[in-house]
């Protein structure tokens, strides 16, 4: 079955960086294409960023722009999100998301928080 398992989130400094990965399981990595989202106390979830199939195609939520940077490794069937220049609004729970088959798989979720 479809597996995704996030880590790498933590407790950082504003304008500090994390880097998170999501390994996949369970499907063809290669030929789906990886998001991340995100989910802040009492919002709603967000798509953060895009990835193709091969990395070559990616998109981003505007107010991370120029900060995060959104990467796959076909070979490792992980999927990562360099996060740079962190702000506390970036606070939340990310999650790493495919779609296939039309049904929507999600990981546990792993915890970023932006504080001094």
């Known amino acids: 079955q479809v597996q995704l398992v996030e880590s790498g989130g933590g407790l950082v400094q504003p304008g500090g960086s994390l880097r998170l990965s999501c390994a996949a399981s369970?499907?063809?990595?290669?030929?789906?294409?990886m998001s991340w989202y995100r989910q802040a106390p009492g919002k709603e979830r967000e798509l953060v960023a895009t990835i193709g199939r091969t990395g070559a195609i990616t998109n981003y939520k505007d107010s991370v722009k120029g900060r995060f940077i959104i990467s796959r490794d076909n070979s490792k069937n992980t999927v990562y999100l360099q996060m740079n220049s962190l702000k506390p609004e970036d606070t939340a729970v990310y999650y790493c998301?495919?779609?296939?088959?039309?049904?929507?798989?999600w990981g546990q979720g792993t915890q970023v928080t932006v504080s001094s």
């Open positions: 369970g499907f063809t990595f290669s030929s789906y294409a």
């Open positions: 998301n495919t779609i296939r088959n039309r049904q929507a798989y």
